[in-house]
């Protein structure tokens, strides 16, 4: 088992920044490649960006040059770290942890930007 606990979340102007962080328990931090998901009103949930065991970031398109993922493994925290915020990034975002035994979630923290 798996625990995510999500944070930073909150609202944020146009162009602003925030940083996301997620704290994970219950398996070995370092084995587990996580990610971050966001979901949007009336919208499928979606990859934002991912980080193998290793530390070898993912993005997609939207975010490439915005959005930064990175890992502690010695605080067993996954960070996303936003910038260049838009309207259009308004969702609830969420941790994701992939292990041998499956994929876990964290429960989730809102971003809101405003225009």
């Known amino acids: 088992q798996v625990q995510l606990v999500e944070s930073g979340g909150g609202l944020v102007q146009a162009g602003g920044s925030l940083r996301l962080s997620c704290a994970a328990s219950g398996r070995i931090f370092s084995t587990m490649a996580m990610g971050w998901y966001r979901q949007a009103p009336g919208k499928q949930r979606e990859l934002v960006a991912s980080i193998t065991s290793g530390g070898r970031p993912t993005y997609v398109d939207f975010v490439k040059g915005r959005f930064t993922i990175s890992r502690d493994n010695a605080k067993n925290t996954v960070y996303l770290q936003m910038t260049s915020l838009k309207p259009e990034d308004t969702a609830v975002y969420y941790c994701?942890?992939?292990?041998?035994?499956?994929?876990?979630w964290g429960q989730g923290t809102q971003v809101t930007v405003s225009s």
């Open positions: 994701v942890a992939e292990t041998a035994y499956g994929r876990y």
